[in-house]
């Protein structure tokens, strides 16, 4: 069983950057940031695949970029002209070999591990 651990988020004004990274006990096939604002549905944010393809939601396009350290075992997901739409606990969630399951977050894959999440508010 994976485990994830974030970290990285905090408060930043709009137009701000942060840098959010996730902390994972083993390897996945893929790896991904979701995110969850009061109220909102679940968004899928971004994700990686094992061999590097990448997926990302319309609304963070060109402004975010996930990345993976495979030898720490990382995550990450670079944040630039942050908006406050951006506020959200942002979750880190990982998916193993052969479940069949797609990759891409941001089009409506699902993953069998997630984090405790990570706070991120951006003012205006």
């Known amino acids: 069983q994976a485990q994830l651990v974030e970290s990285g988020g905090g408060s930043v004004q709009a137009g701000g950057s942060l840098k959010l990274s996730c902390a994972a006990s083993?390897?996945?096939?893929?790896m991904a940031w979701f995110r969850q604002a009061p109220g909102k549905e679940r968004e899928g944010v971004a994700s990686?695949?094992?061999?590097?393809?990448?997926n990302y939601a319309d609304s963070v396009k060109g402004r975010f970029t996930i990345a993976k350290d495979n030898a720490k075992n990382t995550l990450y997901l670079q944040m630039n002209s942050l908006t406050p739409a951006d506020t959200a606990m942002y979750y880190c969630?990982?998916?193993?070999w052969g479940t069949g399951r797609l990759c891409a977050a941001a089009w409506g894959a699902t993953y069998t591990y997630r984090g405790q999440g990570t706070q991120v508010t951006v003012s205006s």
């Open positions: 969630s990982a998916e193993p």
């Open positions: 083993s390897r996945s096939y893929c």
């Open positions: 990686i695949r094992v061999d590097g393809d990448t």
